[in-house]
């Protein structure tokens, strides 16, 4: 297979995950701004979502950039973290409906963490296809903001155990960790290697 066919495929996923929440969102009861006060929670969380969505699909878009080839082991990386990113929707509709409870933070925070997890075999398993000295380890170096990132998600995991809004603040701080696209890949291809 072709890289082009795995990026249109995971494109194709990320779409419908997208497409997916927006569909969760109601149209507020009433033709006041003050209607739009109950729906909050809800479009907040589909915002979060929506950014996670989005830094995933723009990460995934540079990994694949650095990669030479597709095996395998490589399709079923993709497909494990194609399949975590699925659940957004339903995790995000959760914690949009009961946003101040503990069990849809923890569960939130949980399928968030469990992507990073793929995007990290998925990572491993394209730096194994391709070599130790490929584009993509090269870029990867240490992955310190990964790191941070895979503490921060199991502390607000627990946290939502003892207050679910500091869970959520937790998976926020995440996000803007990586709002900015990570560059490391992009500088890695642009030296010519």
Not at 6 to 15: G, N, R
Not at 54 to 66: D, E, F, P, S, V
Not at 103 to 108: D, I, L, V
Not at 154 to 177: D, E, K, R, T
Request: charged residues 10%; proline residues 4%; glycine residues 6%.
């Amino acid at each position: 297979m072709t890289k082009t066919r795995l990026e249109a495929f995971s494109d194709a996923v990320i779409a419908i995950v997208i497409t997916i929440m927006v569909l969760e969102l109601k149209v507020p009861h009433g033709d006041t701004f003050a209607a739009l006060i109950p729906v909050w929670p809800v479009a907040l969380a589909y915002v979060l979502s929506f950014i996670y969505i989005g830094i995933y699909w723009n990460n995934h878009h540079h990994m694949l950039q650095a990669a030479r080839r597709v095996t395998g082991a490589v399709l079923w990386a993709n497909l494990h973290l194609m399949f975590w990113l699925s659940l957004i929707p339903v995790t995000t509709a959760w914690m949009g409906a009961a946003h101040n409870a503990t069990a849809p933070a923890a569960c939130y925070g949980a399928v968030l963490f469990m992507a990073a997890v793929a995007y990290l075999i998925l990572q491993r398993t394209i730096i194994a296809t391709d070599g130790e000295h490929s584009v993509l380890a090269d870029a990867i170096g240490r992955d310190t903001k990964g790191k941070i990132s895979f503490g921060l998600y199991l502390a607000a995991i627990g946290l939502a155990w003892v207050a679910p809004w500091l869970s959520q603040l937790l998976y926020v701080l995440v996000a803007g960790l990586w709002l900015v696209p990570d560059r490391r890949i992009e500088r890695q291809l642009s030296t010519g290697e």
